[in-house]
Every structure is written in C-alpha cells, then in structure tokens.
C-alpha cells in the first residue's frame, strides 16, 4: 500500500481500536469478563472487516478508476450487511455477551467511518498526477 494510504488506515484503526478499548472496560465493568470478550471480539471484526474494505476500495481505484464510487458504495453497503450477520449469528452465543459485541460493533463501525472521513478530508491527496520528469509539455 501507498504511505498514504497506510496513514489513512493507520487514522482509522487507532481511534476504532480506542473506542473498542473503551467499550471492553466499559463492558467488562457492567457485564464482567464476557463483556469484555464481546467487545474485544466486535473490535477485531470492525478493524478486520473495515481495513480490508480500504485495501480492496484502494485496489480498485488504482486500477479501474472508473468503477471507484460505484465499488465505494457497494463495499460499504456489503460491509454493513455482513457486520449484520456477524450480529445475528452470535445474538444468542454463550462465548460472550452478545449485548456488549452488538454495541460495541455498532460503536466501533461509526468511530471507522468517522476517523476515515476525517482523514480523508485531511489527507492532500493529488488529482492529477504531476509530469514525473519534471517539465511540462
């Protein structure tokens, strides 16, 4: 990957893994060690799913451009549908508290695409790509 695009992954998944830190405490305190299992697993899964969501999005604007908004939008929308089912396949799981992976799952989806805007909308990302031998035509 590019460095600038390992620094907007980098944006994304610190502040994601941040909240799921918070959300483990948080859980671990309310509900006790499962809890904090549940929201360490949803953690993992929100940075799994999302990091690997770039990656691909980013392949694909590298090489078919064209296809790069319309592969955005339904990355995100496949994304969203299998954090979806991830929820209802362990709603009733005794490995851990299924309330404390749910919300923190939820949490840690917003916190993603909130820090990735916002790297996004901070990176200087160039439109055109300057004459590589350095003089113009």
Known sequence: M????VRILAQAAVPTAAV???AAVVSGVVVGGKGAIGAGVATLIVILFMG?????????????????Q????MLYATQILLLFVFLAA???????HPKAFAFTLVAGTLAWIAAQTRAHMK???LYVEPDKSGHSS
Do not use: C, E, V
């Open 2 to 5: 590019p460095s600038n695009d």
């Open 20 to 22: 799921g830190a918070i």
């Open 52 to 68: 690997l969501g770039l990656y691909i999005l980013q392949r694909t604007a590298k090489s078919l451009p064209h296809l790069f």
């Open 70 to 73: 319309a592969m955005g939008l």
């Open 90 to 96: 362990f709603k009733n799981t005794t490995l851990f």
């Open 123 to 125: 990176s200087k990302i």
